[in-house]
């Protein structure tokens, strides 16, 4: 049936198709059953074989957010996936539905019915009020089994990864870690999870065709914020357990605060970043004093880290932190490919260099070339007057 | 002290080029290496049997190639490298790779410690650590940035977060996946590459680690890949020139906006 199109030999991802006598072969040593090329082939040539078996998904409805909470504070990432999972839960046509697990944090189911929740599930336990991977997935997982929602959304944040991954594996389900784009395949009723992959050179969209809840953590900072509506309300159902759900076998000693500003970097609308350029670690007062007068985070590239000048906790990039901001400043950072990877999917990215060549203005929005000393402080003053600080 | 580290082949993403024309990716020239978080947890690993003895098992799931990442890691200093291959395996996704893993760990058995990176760069998921400790039914701390101390019943370590760092005591046997601050990983030595080229790679398949053939592979994995495609690539905007106060006018007119 090959029409030696050569299609499928465009789309795989780890070469593993070529063209012989005008057929495409598969070299099944590469190839890692990904499934591209079948969906790219136009005369369904290729097949991919699975086990047929019966899976019950009546009686799983709902879309759930997991909704982290730090210091009994809900972590906003939470309320942006309220905002995406109403979308869901509106073509699907079901309820949306929040969870919360803490200790004291009952009052915080207003504001998740506020923005969106129909039904908030609420632990409320001592052995809950910090997150700890144990009692966390053991409650997580119990809920799932009562309730069975359809899909289940999280934050992909070091709570998020942790916990969710354990999950998975406990309920035997499927999950799409840090996906920035979700839809509803509205034929099938099936959750489209779309993420980067290969440094974001690659995207690809998951499903979970079979298994129940469709798992998947999302990044922060791609998905807008639920709507605030006050007069909003909805169905508290709170949920107690006994020890051995709640008991943990790993013991949270101590909480140590590090980032020097308030703002954490995952978090972060604006984030300023120094690299090289800065020259010491003294230089990063600019910096910083820019991130302060805008309400911006501080970051660094790897450089600027192994010298250092400045935290690894503020590294962006493939060995740092992945960052999504609406605004990324770019301070003397040249932009080697493994810091672009952190960063490229920023809304808008300011660079500031004195290398007219340095790659960072491949994917600068606005590029300054320029000294930094000059630049940075004259941003400072400007927004100072123009913020009034 | 036992301790198994468990890395990745990955292609190195940072050569990763897509063609223009095609809007593909480009995976000829691009090398294979270990996985660089991986590089941390083999450091640690072996660091750690310097200290306190024992043995430093490195296991890999993959196809046959995925050898030459196994005498890499012997080569800085592990002792013994086990290969998990079968074609059984592939289409594999995180929850089927961590249950193979997981049948790995346990067939090497012994074991104090199981080290992985904090996720592949490759597929970036950070979800096949937390994978193997549940399935192994054991505890885990990921993002760990620092071993304080360890023995045969229990660790204190400390995890990294958004905003600093959590220090938590586990049980051991424990998984841990690491982060970059942990270590600086070595380069490997001569005697170390000398050793890595006469070591005996084990090689082990579905039916050697007793996996249940309904958990691995296409069949064992929940999720489907059904599109792949590559992003519209970003492209360079604006370069503002002129005097410092009339480009500082402009960035922040247009920032401003952004607010």
């Not at chain 1, 709902?62 to 906003?76: A, L, N, R, T, Y």
């Not at chain 1, 949920?239 to 308030?262: A, C, F, H, W």
């Not at chain 1, 770019?330 to 809304?347: E, F, N, V």
């Not at chain 2, 070595?186 to 070591?199: D, F, I, V, W």
Request: overall charge neutral; proline content about 4%.
């Amino acid at each position: 049936m090959c029409a030696g199109c050569g299609l499928c030999v465009k789309v795989c991802p780890f070469a593993a198709i070529s063209m012989k006598d005008k057929k495409a072969v598969i070299d099944y040593d590469r190839c890692n059953l990904c499934g591209a090329c079948v969906e790219a082939c136009k005369f369904n040539a290729i097949e991919l074989k699975t086990l047929e078996r019966k899976y019950d998904h009546a009686s799983y409805k709902d879309v759930w957010v997991f909704c982290e909470q730090k210091k009994s504070v809900v972590q906003s990432v939470a309320y942006e996936l309220l905002g995406e999972g109403r979308k869901l839960a509106s073509k699907l046509d079901c309820k949306l539905c929040a969870v919360l697990l803490g200790e004291g944090v009952k009052d915080s189911a207003g504001a998740l019915f506020e923005r969106g929740a129909d039904i908030v599930y609420l632990v409320d336990s001592p052995h809950l009020k910090y997150y700890q991977d144990d009692p966390y997935s053991k409650v997580l997982a119990e809920l799932i089994n009562e309730f069975k929602p359809e899909i289940l959304l999280s934050g992909a944040t070091t709570i998020g990864r942790s916990l969710i991954a354990r999950v998975a594996i406990k309920i035997n389900t499927g999950l799409t870690a840090d996906c920035t784009g979700l839809d509803i395949d509205l034929e099938k009723k099936l959750l489209l999870q779309t993420r980067p992959a290969f440094g974001g050179n690659i995207m690809a969209t998951i499903i979970t065709p079979n298994h129940r809840p469709q798992m998947a953590t999302v990044r922060h900072k791609v998905m807008r914020e639920a709507v605030v509506e006050k007069t909003r309300k909805g169905v508290l159902v709170e949920k107690k357990y006994d020890n051995d759900v709640l008991s943990t076998r790993t013991n949270l000693v101590d909480i140590v605060e590090e980032i020097e500003e308030t703002v954490n970097l995952a978090e972060a609308d604006i984030i300023v970043s120094g690299g090289r350029g800065v020259g010491a670690p003294e230089n990063f007062g600019i910096i910083r004093e820019l991130a302060l007068t805008i309400g911006g985070a501080v970051g660094a590239s790897r450089s600027a880290v192994d010298a250092d000048w400045i935290p690894y906790s503020h590294q962006v990039g493939q060995t740092g932190k992945t960052v999504c901001p609406k605004i990324y400043i770019a301070c003397g950072i040249s932009g080697q490919i493994q810091h672009l990877i952190g960063m490229q999917s920023s809304k808008v990215i300011v660079a500031i260099n004195k290398d007219p060549d340095a790659p960072i203005f491949k994917v600068a929005t606005y590029g300054v070339v320029g000294d930094l000393f000059q630049v940075v402080p004259a941003l400072t003053k400007k927004f100072k007057q123009i913020l009034g600080k | 002290m036992n301790i198994v580290v468990c890395i990745k082949q990955v292609p190195n993403t940072t050569q990763v080029r897509i063609n223009p024309e095609t809007n593909t990716l480009i995976r000829e020239g691009v090398e294979s290496i270990i996985n660089p978080f991986d590089m941390y947890a083999i450091e640690e690993g072996v660091r750690l049997r310097e200290k306190l003895g024992g043995k430093v098992t490195v296991v890999s799931m993959g196809p046959p190639q995925a050898e030459g990442a196994l005498r890499e890691a012997i080569s800085m200093g592990c002792d013994e490298g086990v290969l998990v291959t079968d074609r059984a395996f592939a289409g594999s996704d995180t929850w089927a790779t961590s249950y193979v893993l997981s049948q790995a760990v346990k067939k090497i058995g012994d074991f104090n410690i199981v080290l992985c990176g904090k996720q592949a760069s490759d597929g970036d998921t950070a979800q096949v650590g937390p994978g193997i400790s549940t399935h192994l039914d054991i505890p885990q701390v990921t993002y760990v940035k620092k071993i304080e101390t360890i023995d045969e019943k229990k660790a204190r370590v400390e995890r990294m977060t958004e905003e600093g760092f959590e220090i938590i005591e586990t049980p051991v046997p424990c998984l841990l996946t690491v982060v970059k601050e942990i270590n600086e990983p070595r380069l490997p030595s001569l005697k170390g590459k000398m050793r890595a080229k006469k070591t005996e790679i084990k090689k082990m398949t579905a039916e050697d680690l007793n996996c249940d053939f309904d958990k691995i592979g296409l069949d064992g994995s929940p999720t489907r890949v059904v599109k792949i495609f590559t992003p519209a690539p970003r492209r360079g905007g604006e370069i503002l020139t002129g005097e410092i106060s009339e480009i500082v006018d402009k960035l922040t007119r247009e920032l401003r906006s952004e607010f």
